[in-house]
């Protein structure tokens, strides 16, 4: 109320209130305004407690899934925590994250990777590494945007902890568990307390956004691919797009970098941790052992059922991609075909790529990252006008540190250039040469890395480098390889070609360096300060990069869903695409192309003397560059 009152404006209030006191009755009590959000500079602020907020957990009915064969609709957990005035009438957005870790993880074997010469498996067996679990509200959702005004909601996924139900590493069982939550929050699905009890999100506005890394990335773009109402965007970090590619490539079995000889079923076990997980589910993880197919590694329907580019068709929600240029867990096609699908459908979309590994980005540019989440769940969850939309679309970061923005990526300007391997080891531009075969004989034990080392002629693999760059070169996009060649003596179907930057550089090492300065971003409570270390990306000097690397199995030469048997000796084409990069290839450095079958690192290992016979002149290398000259 305004300070200037006249005095004919308080007579009668007094006078209602003496009479009500001479007749023995109070007046009523005013009612209280309704709690709401902070809105100031175009964007949410911290005025709600962390340390207040209401925790409760929720377990959602999946309708129409019972993937434990027992009669009864599976469940997933939900734990939320909102802030207190969400009991006094405010309602707000839901920021999700769906997982199958946040009960960690059992000790399972991986799959053998040395193989006879029909791709049966050897006796051996490596452990399964560990992969991080989570505990609810340990992140900073909860210290940064409860504040604000926002509910954060960890959602068990179908298989595990407390949920029910069976996980079958990306179909759409899983699928279903997020979906149900947000079902839930539209008032659409059904949802109890531990004692059974119904339960309602009377206080959710019924808006999410869903965001994680890896798996927990995973599952928002799978469920944007139902088209669910409600999921307003997605943020999908370090991502998977479609399974097959996570676990095979144009057609050859293919490990998840540091998780050699992992499947679907090995994860689906990992992750099985609800109660007798093993004595339910059983059945159904031997089924997927069957099925997933690790001798042919050919596309079939149950590769087909964990591709959400399918129904990419059906994304609603605006899309955050973020991934790392040098993650080879999961690899960069990942968030590339992802990519490049929503931009033919242009879906509102944003990029951060960075030269990290497997990491979540709060971890390696923590201001800057949550000033742009900030800005986007305040924009398609509140419709705060935040101006996000309007900044460059692609944030990019070429070295350590050095971070550019851009209209889009692939970079705008970018050309495909051919380079052809040419006599003396060369890699140069037209006119094709006319150069004679040469060939190599496939081993099993040495590394990518220690065959692009070595110096001079190998008899192991293939090499070909341009000369001495006279200015910088910026990859930028999916670069491909075509090669005709022979293939006798030997059981490898393999042929996998690396683009490698020679040249001694300072290059990230795939660690994280604290940088001593602590950061808080978000209101603390016992146990969790809301404060962190800052870090940076750690590097080391190397006489050479492995940028990217592609792989086929040559009898998917055609088609990844159909194996044709090569005959010895024979001549053939062969077409594939490497990982998507963005790259800066240095004035000074060499740019190399290298050809080897066996990847001991990632594809299977078959018994060694394949030889490979190239021709070169009716091959080449097909590079996307957005600038600088190569000769």
């Known amino acids: 109320m305004h300070p200037r ?24 009590a005013a009612t209280p305004a309704t709690p709401a959000i902070k809105v100031e500079n175009n964007a949410t602020q911290p005025v709600f407690s962390r340390a207040d907020a209401i925790s409760q957990t929720v377990f959602v009915e999946v ?33 999700m994250e769906a997982s199958p870790y946040y009960a960690g993880g059992n000790d399972v074997a991986n799959h053998p990777v040395d193989v006879d010469a029909n791709g049966n498996p050897l006796p051996a067996l490596r452990a399964a590494s560990p992969k991080l679990a989570a505990e609810p509200f340990d992140g900073y959702y909860d210290n940064y945007f409860v504040p604000r ?66 798996y927990n990335g995973t599952l928002p773009n799978a469920v944007a691919a139902t088209g669910v109402k409600g999921l307003e965007t997605i943020v999908p970090i370090a991502a998977i797009s479609s399974w097959y590619d996570y676990y095979r490539a144009n057609g050859g079995v293919l490990a998840p970098g540091g998780f050699q000889g992992e499947d679907l079923d090995v994860l689906a076990k990992y992750v099985l941790t609800r109660e007798n997980g093993q004595e339910v589910c059983g059945a159904l993880m031997d089924r997927l052992t069957a099925t997933q197919d690790r001798i042919t590694g050919d596309y079939s329907p149950l590769w087909d059922a964990r591709n959400y580019l399918n129904d990419v068709n059906k994304v609603k929600a605006s899309v955050f991609v973020v991934h790392g240029l040098n993650d080879w867990n999961v690899k960069t096609k990942q968030f590339a075909q992802w990519w490049y699908a929503l931009a033919k459908r242009h879906v509102p979309r944003k990029i951060w790529l960075h030269q990290g590994t497997h990491m979540n980005p709060f971890n390696l540019r923590t201001e800057e990252w949550l000033r742009q989440l900030h800005g986007w769940f305040d924009h398609w969850l509140y419709k705060i006008d935040s101006g996000i939309m309007r900044e460059p679309q692609a944030d990019v970061e070429i070295a350590a540190g050095q971070w550019g923005q851009h209209a889009s990526w692939p970079l705008p300007g970018t050309v495909t250039v051919p380079l052809h391997p040419g ?16 060939s190599f004989v496939d081993q099993k034990t040495r590394t990518a890395e220690q065959l692009v080392e070595s110096m001079g002629a190998d008899p192991n693999r293939l090499a070909y480098t341009t000369k001495v760059l006279p200015a910088d070169v910026r990859v930028s996009g999916t670069p491909t390889v075509s090669m005709r060649a022979s293939m006798k003596d030997g059981a490898s179907p393999y042929l996998t070609a690396l683009l490698v930057d020679y040249g001694t550089d300072v290059r990230p090492n795939g660690t994280l360096l604290s940088t001593g300065q602590n950061y808080c971003y978000g209101q603390g409570i016992p146990g969790d300060t809301g404060c962190t270390v800052l870090r940076t990306l750690g590097t080391s000097t190397t006489p050479y990069k492995i940028v990217t690397r592609g792989w086929l199995d040559v009898r998917n030469r055609h088609r990844a869903d159909r194996t044709e048997p090569l005959r010895a000796g024979k001549e053939y084409s062969f077409t594939w695409d490497f990982q998507p990069t963005d790259y800066l290839f240095k004035k000074g450095h060499r740019l190399g192309l290298v050809i080897i079958s066996t990847d001991y690192d990632y594809t299977l290992r078959y018994p060694a003397g394949t030889k490979v016979t190239v021709s070169p002149g009716q091959s080449a290398l097909h590079l996307p560059v957005v600038l600088g000259k190569l000769f």
């Open 423 to 438: 006599p003396g080891s060369s890699l140069g531009l037209l006119p094709r040469p006319r150069t004679a075969k040469e």
């Open 63 to 95: 309708a129409g899934t019972d993937s434990d064969n027992d009669g009864r609709p599976d469940r997933v957990a939900v734990d939320i925590l909102r802030p207190k005035e969400t009991d006094q009438g405010l309602k707000v957005p839901v920021i």
């Open 149 to 214: 005004g926002y509910a954060i909601a960890l959602v068990e996924n179908i298989g595990s902890g407390r949920a029910t139900g069976c996980p079958t590493s990306g179909d759409r069982n899983e699928t279903a568990g997020p979906k149900a939550a947000i079902d839930w929050l539209n008032g659409r699905a059904k949802g109890f307390d531990a004692a059974g009890n119904p339960v309602q999100a009377t206080w959710s506005t019924g808006k999410v956004g869903m965001i994680g890394v890896s």
């Open 5 to 28: 009152k006249t005095l004919a404006k308080l007579i009668v209030p007094l006078t209602a209130l003496l009479v009500a006191s001479l007749a023995g009755t109070a007046p009523a």
